[in-house]
């Protein structure tokens, strides 16, 4: 017998879930994923409008952050084994790391942090973060059971993944450094579903506000939902959904969702 697992997982990065409340809620109306993972909500956790969801048939677990960062897991099971951090010696100040079960599928969604410019400290950051995001798989996950990790990634994997590869080249979303941290979380046992079902070019999940990004369709594929290879083999369908980036007041990303079979 297959895995019990969720159906339907999506990742967004809101951008302020306060700013966003009622265009999440519409989505999950609309598409109606088992788990929705949240990046950037910007609130604590005691400041969440939890009670919206709730309505909605959602339940919420949050690490939350005023301001910035933030994160929420919104589900139709109450999920398990609930980790907020990593599970090492460092201090993390920052709320970028959530991790829960939902039968036998573990979910892991982050918000790696951007690291504003090559070389300073805050790209120093990122690269720590993502060597301690390496080692927590290591240590405390198995590549040959069905996991999730997904989220707000802040790197394009390939020149495919970026309208301007040239000119993005040595900035801290394609630089090599972070492509070879892609990479190594590939090499643990991950896969990038997106790619299962898409090959072409010029498929982006996050445009910036200025400039007129979005209607030149001028960004980057930066939101990844990535899977251990048991479970790649049962996911169906990938889609960026660029309709619910458009319009007064969207975030800067779109969400992704991915669908899942429970047979095979």
Same mark, same amino acid.
């Given at each position: 017998?297959? #895995?019990?697992i969720?159906?339907?997982?999506a990742?967004?990065?809101?951008?302020?879930?306060?700013?966003?409340? *009622?265009?999440?809620?519409?989505?999950?109306e609309?598409y109606?994923?088992? !788990?929705?993972?949240?990046?950037?909500? +910007?609130?604590?956790?005691?400041?969440?409008?939890?009670a919206?969801?709730e309505?909605?048939?959602?339940?919420?677990?949050? %690490?939350?952050?005023?301001?910035?960062?933030?994160?929420a897991?919104?589900?139709?099971? &109450?999920?398990?084994d609930?980790?907020?951090?990593?599970?090492? *010696?460092d #201090? &993390?100040?920052?709320?970028?790391?959530?991790s829960?079960?939902?039968a036998?599928?573990?979910?892991?969604c982050?918000?790696?942090?951007?690291?504003q410019?090559?070389?300073?400290? +805050? /790209?120093?950051? +990122?690269?720590?973060w993502?060597?301690?995001?390496?080692?927590?798989?290591e240590?405390?996950? =198995?590549?040959?059971?069905p996991?999730?990790? %997904?989220?707000d990634?802040?790197?394009a994997?390939?020149?495919?993944?970026?309208?301007?590869?040239? #000119?993005?080249? &040595?900035? !801290?979303? %394609?630089?090599p450094?972070?492509? *070879?941290?892609?990479?190594?979380?590939?090499?643990?046992?991950?896969?990038?579903?997106? $790619?299962?079902?898409? *090959?072409? &070019?010029?498929? /982006? @999940?996050?445009?910036?506000?200025?400039?007129l990004?979005?209607? +030149?369709?001028q960004?980057?594929?930066?939101?990844h939902?990535?899977?251990?290879?048991?479970?790649? $083999?049962? %996911?169906?369908?990938?889609?960026? =959904?660029?309709?619910?980036?458009?319009?007064?007041?969207? @975030?800067?990303?779109?969400?992704?969702?991915?669908?899942?079979?429970n047979?095979g």
């Amino acid at each position: 017998m297959p #895995a019990s697992i969720p159906t339907s997982l999506a990742s967004w990065n809101v951008n302020s879930i306060r700013a966003r409340k *009622d265009r999440t809620l519409a989505w999950l109306e609309t598409y109606q994923p088992e !788990v929705l993972c949240l990046q950037e909500t +910007k609130v604590t956790d005691d400041a969440f409008p939890r009670a919206d969801f709730e309505a909605l048939g959602y339940h919420v677990t949050t %690490c939350g952050q005023k301001t910035y960062n933030g994160m929420a897991l919104l589900s139709r099971t &109450e999920p398990s084994d609930v980790i907020r951090r990593f599970d090492d *010696d460092d #201090a &993390e100040p920052e709320a970028r790391f959530l991790s829960a079960r939902f039968a036998d599928l573990q979910i892991i969604c982050v918000y790696v942090p951007n690291g504003q410019v090559v070389g300073s400290d +805050k /790209y120093a950051y +990122k690269l720590a973060w993502l060597d301690r995001l390496q080692r927590h798989l290591e240590r405390h996950c =198995d590549p040959d059971q069905p996991l999730v990790l %997904c989220g707000d990634l802040n790197i394009a994997p390939e020149d495919r993944d970026v309208c301007e590869p040239a #000119a993005w080249a &040595e900035t !801290v979303l %394609c630089e090599p450094g972070v492509r *070879d941290a892609f990479r190594r979380l590939c090499g643990w046992g991950l896969v990038d579903t997106f $790619r299962l079902h898409h *090959d072409a &070019e010029k498929l /982006y @999940s996050w445009w910036d506000y200025r400039q007129l990004a979005f209607q +030149k369709n001028q960004g980057l594929r930066i939101d990844h939902i990535l899977v251990t290879r048991t479970l790649s $083999r049962r %996911c169906t369908r990938v889609q960026i =959904d660029r309709q619910a980036r458009k319009g007064k007041g969207a @975030s800067d990303h779109a969400p992704v969702l991915a669908t899942f079979s429970n047979e095979g």
